[in-house]
């Protein structure tokens, strides 16, 4: 699926920057166009893309901090600068926006809701959220902020792609010193979903189409993804149980959106060389996922690569159930009414004086 990558804010950017970097190596051709927005100026200097910078009048060049409603004011401030250099990039070509960031800080926070609604008022292509979570050990505000975010970009993306930050981490590594790690892993598994539509070698019918994409994300609500690979024989008849045992792998274990029990609907796609996918192992893996995330609307495509290995790239759309979320969406719920609460208690102590007016 061609797409144009938007990241907002620093986790945005980088995993922009990864994806792109990704496509250009493997020569796929999938992201048509990218481009990287911030209020800090040293985070977008460090990126080897297209950069715009938000904010100038309000913050100078150092960022919004984790103040996540200036981090929608200076998008809304500088939203013609942003929307003419996403213009430039959005060739006839381009089937797709993806706007990329964590929804956690504040920039890419409150930027990219904003960013996306106002993208859904001047495109007819879908314009995608490729949110990314918070981890269960980041502090209340990171919790707070990402809880408010998702609420909006829930309701103003076509599809919000979820990756938790605690999903593709490797254990034993911080999330800090992770971050390079997680971002190669995303970068991966989002690349190969874009570039499958994309493939032209070895066309059959089998071969999955960019429109499975877009029809298995319809719909809209919070979608997930699922990666899985494994060493494969070169002949598809050895190969049944190494298809369906993958596909499990990458929804029970796999998932960029942990426990997420039911989907309204699913794509598998199998990447590998094309003699090496078994056809048998491809249906009963796909009837395996209909009863998994009980839906009766699962596509199925191949990949064709020159890779020795199979792969499994699972994409899950309306996503019904996911405990992950759920406990994630506690978290937030708790973070905000602590918020609140100390506020109250500030109040109460004297600390904010009602009957004198902010600046602003
Ligand atoms: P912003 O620049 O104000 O938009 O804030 P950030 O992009 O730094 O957002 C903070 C959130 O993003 C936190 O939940 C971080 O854990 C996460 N984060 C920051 N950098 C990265 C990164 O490079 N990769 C990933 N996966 N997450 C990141």
New binding site residues.
Partial sequence: MKSVLIG?????G??TAALSDFDTRNGFGAVVGSLAV???RS?LQSLPLDTVLIGGAEVNGH????D?EL?TRVMRNDLQEVVGAIDGRTTAEAEAIFVV?????????G?APYLVGELQEIYDRPVYGLG????RD?GSL?QVN?GRSLKTLRREADATLL?D?DAWRSSGES?ESG??A??ER?ARRVGLLLAAGEATRGVGESVVDSSEVVNTLRGGGVATLGYASADASSAAAANANVVTSTTRRAVRSGLSLPETTTAERGLLVVAGRPDAISRKGVERARSWLETEVDTMEVRGGDFPTRDDRLAAIVLLGGVARSDRLEGFLERARQAARAEKQREEEDDDAGLTDDRIDGLL
């Fill in positions: 907002v804010g620093q986790a945005g980088k995993v911030n209020s800090a985070d960022g919004v901090g984790g996540n981090g960031a964590g929804l956690g800080g504040g920039t890419g926070s930027g990314i979570l918070p981890g980041e990171y990402a990756v930050n999330l971050y390079e997680i971002n995303i």
